[in-house]
Structure formats: structure tokens, C-alpha cells
């Protein structure tokens, strides 16, 4: 590793440690092997990170931070149609973006998958993020979605239909973990992002109008790759 600053030599650090914990576990993967990955010493390691739990933190953290997509979803007022860029967002991001990054997004993925079989830790990172950044505006424009009269009576208002809606989109990522898609009719993204989001929509509770109106044809196109190239950008039917 050439000369660095400290902020460059850090995410170097961040960037070589992922696949490995993705692979290995937290528990299995050792500064050893980090450092030889980084190409830096043990040393070096320990003066960026105070422990490898430190480490650990930090590749979440750099899921989340500088994200310019999420901060314009967030700062969305709440409505029905925010309520569908938030379903629509979170389903493109698991049956598309995920996929089609195997060497950046999908070994976070597999970490968090990883962190289930051992003690949880990055998870429960995971979890008690969304639930504090997430969770709440999603809620918000679920109740913006009821007073509009969007949303059939007997639809629940409450986090557990976030938490519903987000754990049917993740599984769209798990079929995609191993080299080939588990489900292949589900691996053609255009059609499962607009299939995923028509029925999280009508599962959250919003009348069949809505539903209609929201639900998106996305930019999302198969490459002459393997895995599908995407854009974050969508739009909606007109």
C-alpha cells in the first residue's frame, strides 16, 4: 500500500476487512489476516481501529454514511407517495442494486446475514439504525397514507408493518447470494421490483387505486453480465 492519509488509509482498511468478515464472521477473522489484506501491520490497524469490535462499527457506518439517496428519501414530507418511494427505494435496493454489486454492496449484505449465525452484533447495528432513521418517517407517512384515505380501515398503522414490509424485501437479496439465483423467476429484476412493490403495497393496506398509481416502472435492465445493472433513479406509471 502506497502512502495514504489517514482518512484514505482508514476506508483501505474498512474495504479489505468487509469480504473477510462477510466470509469468515467476526468471530473466525483475525487482525492478522486483516492487516495482510490491507497490506499494513497489525500496529497500523489498532491506531485507526481500538479493537476489531471498533472495526466493525466503522464498515457499518460506512454503509450508511454519505448516502445522497437515502438523505433525499428522508427529507421527503410524509405521504402516500413518500410511503411508495420508501417501499420502492427498499425493494430496488434488495432485488437490484444488491445483486448487481457483488464486490461492494452484496458482501455487506452477506455480512449481516453472517452476524445471524454468530452473536448478532452487526445486525442489531443494522436493526437499531433503521429503527431510529427509518422506521419512523415510514410510520409517519403510513398515517399521512390512512388521512389521505389511502389505506383500507383495517390497515396497521405501526412499526411492525415497516419491519414486515423490510424483511419481504431483504429476502429478495438472500436468493442471490450464492453465484447462481436461488429463484430464477425471480432474479429478472424489472418484473420482481414492480411484482415486490405492488404486493408490499397492498400488504401494508393501500387501497388498489394507490397501489395502481405507485406502483413504479423502474430503470433497471439486464446487462449482457450476469447481474442486472440498476439506477437508483425510478419512476413512477403515469
Known amino acids: 500500500m502506497g502512502r ?11 474495504d479489505a476487512a468487509l469480504p473477510l468478515f462477510a466470509r469468515k464472521g467476526f468471530a473466525a477473522t483475525t487482525t492478522k489476516e486483516i492487516a495482510q489484506a490491507a497490506g499494513v501491520s497489525e500496529a497500523l490497524i489498532f491506531k485507526h481501529f481500538p479493537s476489531k469490535a471498533a472495526l466493525y462499527e466503522a464498515i457499518f457506518r460506512s454503509c450508511v454514511d454519505g448516502d445522497e439517496d437515502l438523505a433525499k428519501l428522508l427529507a421527503m414530507p ?12 427498499m425493494v430496488s435496493c434488495y432485488a ?12 455487506r449484505f452477506r455480512l449481516y446475514f453472517m452476524s445471524l449465525l454468530e452473536d448478532g452484533e452487526f445486525a442489531h447495528m443494522v436493526r437499531r439504525w433503521m429503527s431510529e432513521h427509518i422506521a419512523p418517517p415510514f410510520v409517519a407517512s403510513l398515517r399521512a397514507a ?33 453465484p447462481t439465483p436461488l429463484v ?4 429478472e429484476p424489472r418484473r420482481t421490483i414492480r ?9 401494508l393496506g393501500l ?6 398509481l405507485y406502483t413504479p416502472l423502474l430503470h433497471c435492465t439486464q446487462s449482457t453480465e450476469p447481474e442486472p445493472t440498476c439506477s437508483r433513479e425510478a419512476d413512477r406509471d403515469e
Open 146 to 178: 390512512r388521512d389521505a384515505g389511502d389505506l383500507i380501515p383495517s390497515a396497521p398503522v405501526t412499526e411492525n408493518a415497516f419491519w414486515l414490509a423490510e424483511m419481504l424485501g431483504s429476502t429478495l437479496a438472500t436468493i442471490h447470494l450464492p
Open 4 to 14: 495514504l492519509d489517514n482518512s484514505a488509509r482508514r476506508a483501505a482498511i474498512i
Open 78 to 89: 410524509p405521504s402516500t407517495e413518500t410511503l411508495a418511494a420508501y417501499v420502492q427505494a
Open 195 to 203: 411484482d415486490a412493490v405492488a404486493f408490499i403495497l397492498r400488504g
Open 96 to 107: 437490484c442494486e444488491l445483486p448487481s454489486e457483488r464486490d461492494t454492496m452484496l458482501p
Open 207 to 212: 387501497r388498489e387505486e394507490a397501489v395502481a
Open 184 to 187: 430464477p423467476s425471480l432474479a
